[in-house]
């Protein structure tokens, strides 16, 4: 069935330094993935996403990355702040006339200052 | 624009109730989805309005079922209470159908005792 792993579950950084998050979905049917930032107590807040017909996607200080081959995507965050720290979710949509969404199981980014 | 809003924010239920939750889309938005989000399952899809009509839903059992309105205004219903049931119950909206980005709401945070 439709499925998207995510690694490291938690992820430790020293402020300034460089954060990756890597998922890997199943369907390959999937053509959009979308990353959302929830911080403790709030809704997931959409931060970037790219579609099947891109490979890479900036936005200031956050990347995205998509190999379609081997279905991997992932997200690089660089110089990092202590604001950045949250639960980071990716997902990825199946395609075709639906916004369902399979999400990761996220991974928790702490930023040391 | 105003953003999603979900109603109530908290809901406290007995076993064997019935729930109703509703959720406002962003003006314009017409896709309206909804999820519910545990420490152990994560974020999990639940089903799919577009149009007043259920384009998809999740593996949920028949307790749980929804409903979207002429003004794309949706509400979720689960009947029969379970310990299980208590959750973030989140709603996301989109403008369109298919590969949308997804806006999510504040949820309604979902406890039976």
């Known amino acids: 069935g439709e499925n998207v792993e995510q690694h490291p579950s938690t992820l430790s950084v020293q402020e300034g330094d460089s954060a990756v998050i890597k998922c890997t979905y199943s369907?390959?049917?999937?053509?959009?993935f979308p990353w959302y930032k929830q911080e403790l107590g709030k809704r997931p807040q959409l931060i970037i996403d790219?579609?099947?017909?891109?490979g890479e996607k900036k936005d200031q200080r956050i990347a995205v990355t998509l190999n379609k081959t081997a279905k991997h995507f992932s997200l690089h965050i660089t110089e990092t702040q202590p604001e950045d720290s949250a639960v980071y979710f990716c997902a990825a949509s199946g395609g075709g006339a639906t916004n369902k969404l399979i999400f990761g199981t996220g991974t928790l980014l702490a930023v040391q200052p | 624009k105003a953003g999603v809003t979900q109603t109530p924010r908290y809901l406290i239920k007995t076993r064997g109730q019935q729930v109703t939750l509703s959720c406002s889309p962003i003006?314009?938005?017409?896709?309206v989805s909804w999820y519910q989000q545990t420490p152990g399952q994560g974020l999990q899809f639940l089903f799919e309005?577009?149009?007043?009509?259920?384009?998809n839903k999740g593996n949920f059992p028949g307790r749980f079922s929804g409903r979207q309105f002429s003004n794309s205004r949706s509400e979720m219903n689960v009947s029969t209470l379970e310990l299980g049931d208590s959750a973030l119950y989140l709603c996301?909206?989109?403008?369109?159908?298919?590969?949308?980005?997804?806006?999510f709401g504040q949820g309604t945070r979902l406890t039976v005792v």
């Open positions: 790219i579609r099947s017909n891109v």
């Open positions: 309005y577009f149009s007043e009509t259920q384009r």
């Open positions: 369907d390959s049917a999937s053509n959009y």
């Open positions: 003006s314009g938005h017409r896709s």
């Open positions: 996301a909206s989109s403008f369109q159908q298919g590969s949308a980005e997804a806006f």
